[in-house]
């Protein structure tokens, strides 16, 4: 019975690494183009608001 029990760890750790393994390997969701261009759209306009501050402050400080 002691060696039954040293078997059940290994088969439970193969059980939950299959599991895993298939989770990790499943296909990711497809984010529609509109919602994916839009979030582009607002990460570029975010961009460029940070960049344009930060150049302006950075310029003036320098002279």
Known sequence: MS?????????VAVLLA?????????APRAT???????????????MERTTA???ASGERSGH
């Open 18 to 26: 299959a599991v895993w393994a298939g989770w990790a390997q499943r």
């Open 53 to 55: 501050g930060a150049g």
């Open 3 to 11: 060696a039954l029990a040293w078997l059940i760890i290994p088969v």
């Open 32 to 46: 529609g183009d509109p919602a994916s261009l839009a979030e582009h759209r607002r990460f570029m306009a975010a």
